[in-house]
């Protein structure tokens, strides 16, 4: 368990420096989650919020002067708290913006679920756009396709995948909601005696912890990947 933290805490500070504050803040939250008996000790609510406040100054202070990510040259440290704690609505506005498009192309979909679909689909079509592949893509250009050329985009929500895959229906995406937190759940619950299911859990468990800013194809193909992996391995081991 120490070294898979380890592993997950390099991978959080990699991408801070980078300019994805969320993983290491989500890593700091997993530690102090670790720290009180996994939800089930009280914690101490003045240490908590003081933790908090930390974090924050720590993520749009701190981190910002070692990151690749452009800062705004006169945004001072309030100004930079300001814009955080503005910008943790970006989800919801990104699930909006989704729902405003109706024509998403079929190919992301599949890609989601089936790896490198994408990449044999492009090989038939050369003159396939690369944001008809990605759903992400495909939001950012048609809301300003001038700024998508020059390199900006707006990302995705796990809910925005919900949202098309359920039909737009609100029956349908209910039911996709508490599919995913079922699942999740039951995975966890098999993981403690099926081998199988825990080395599922542990490839796919840092992109579960972060995956309300991403979406169903950050999980699927993992678990493809990792079950042809574990059986090549097996099959080396045998022979």
């Not at 101490?44 to 800062?71: A, D, E, G, H, K």
């Not at 925005?160 to 599919?179: H, K, M, P, V």
Request: charged share 10%.
């Amino acid at each position: 368990k120490f070294l898979f933290i380890v592993l997950f805490g390099l991978s959080s500070i990699i991408q801070a420096l980078i300019g994805v504050r969320g993983a290491i803040g989500i890593f700091l939250l997993f530690l102090l989650w670790i720290k009180y008996d996994y939800g089930k000790k009280k914690p101490n609510m003045i240490l908590l919020y003081s933790i908090f406040i930390c974090l924050v100054i720590f993520m749009t202070i701190i981190i910002p002067q070692f990151s690749y990510r452009i800062l705004e040259t006169d945004s001072g440290p309030l100004a930079s708290i300001s814009n955080f704690l503005y910008n943790q609505g970006f989800s919801m506005l990104v699930f909006h913006s989704s729902m405003q498009i109706n024509d998403y192309s079929v190919i992301p979909g599949i890609q989601s679920f089936i790896p490198g679909s994408s990449f044999l689909i492009s090989l038939v079509n050369h003159e396939l756009p690369s944001y008809y592949t990605n759903f992400s893509r495909y939001l950012s250009f048609q809301l300003n396709p001038s700024l998508y050329n020059q390199g900006f985009g707006l990302g995705w929500t796990l809910l925005s995948d919900f949202y098309i895959f359920s039909g737009r229906t609100i029956i349908g995406f209910i039911f996709l909601s508490y599919l995913w937190g079922f699942s999740i759940n039951k995975l966890e619950t098999l993981a403690q005696s099926n081998t199988t299911c825990k080395r599922i859990l542990i490839t796919i468990a840092p992109s579960i912890i972060f995956i309300p800013r991403a979406g169903v194809s950050t999980i699927f193909p993992l678990i493809i990947y990792a079950c042809v992996i574990f059986f090549i391995i097996n099959s080396f081991r045998k022979n």
